[in-house]
């Protein structure tokens, strides 16, 4: 069984920030890497960050120099800070871990909404 848990979400205006967290818990889970991927209303799912296990990170164009990606890896927690946000960043933000083994695990996603 194995666990994932965004938090961080909510409403926030045009140039805010927020920071969003994800925690990856279960037996034997050996975390290969930690993403988060969005979804806006009527569009797909997109990747928009992710970091492996070396620390080798990997962003969206559109968030390029707005949003950083970290992890603890001792913990298997996953962060995304979000500054300079935009209308367009609205979206169900969602964790996404991959394990050695291949298995990939989604967590229920945490909304974020830019708003004036």
């Known amino acids: 069984q194995v666990d994932v848990v965004e938090s961080g979400g909510g409403l926030v205006q045009p140039g805010g920030s927020l920071r969003l967290s994800c925690a990856a818990s279960g037996s034997e889970l050996n975390v290969y890497s930690m993403a988060w991927y969005r979804q806006a209303p009527g569009k797909q799912r997109e990747e928009v960050a992710r970091i492996r296990n070396g620390g080798t990170t990997k962003y969206l164009d559109s968030v390029k120099g707005r949003f950083t990606i970290s992890r603890d890896n001792a913990k298997n927690i996953v962060y995304l800070q979000m500054d300079s946000l935009k209308p367009e960043d609205t979206a169900i933000y969602y964790c996404?871990?991959?394990?050695?083994?291949?298995?990939?695990?989604w967590g229920r996603g945490t909304q974020v909404t830019v708003s004036s």
């Open positions: 996404n871990i991959g394990t050695t083994r291949f298995q990939e695990y």
